[in-house]
């Protein structure tokens, strides 16, 4: 019932590099050129047509994955920004 992680199974990348570049891509406004220069820096050579088509195929649930861990108003297990010092007395 709970979503299951993408398979990698037959990918010439390892899954760290894969996720990697769907985060960084759907993270922030980069394109699929940015990403490429971005790990050819870290020593990883692949094309930005390869990093669209692990988009296209892993974006889905990485970005269905993003919106289930977002936290929610009211959501008691992040500290409450009104409750968080209501304890201390005033000098």
Not at 11 to 35: G, K, Q, T, Y
Request: aromatic share 12%.
């Amino acid at each position: 019932m709970g979503a299951e992680a993408p398979s990698y199974a037959g990918f010439r990348f390892p899954a760290e590099i894969i996720s990697h570049c769907v985060w960084l891509s759907h993270r922030f406004p980069l394109s699929f050129r940015e990403v490429e220069e971005m790990m050819l820096a870290r020593g990883v050579i692949l094309s930005h047509e390869t990093v669209r088509q692990w988009c296209a195929k892993f974006g889905q649930t990485y970005a269905t994955g993003r919106r289930r861990r977002r936290t929610r108003p009211g959501d008691r297990r992040v500290g409450n920004w009104r409750g968080d010092n209501h304890w201390r007395k005033a000098p």
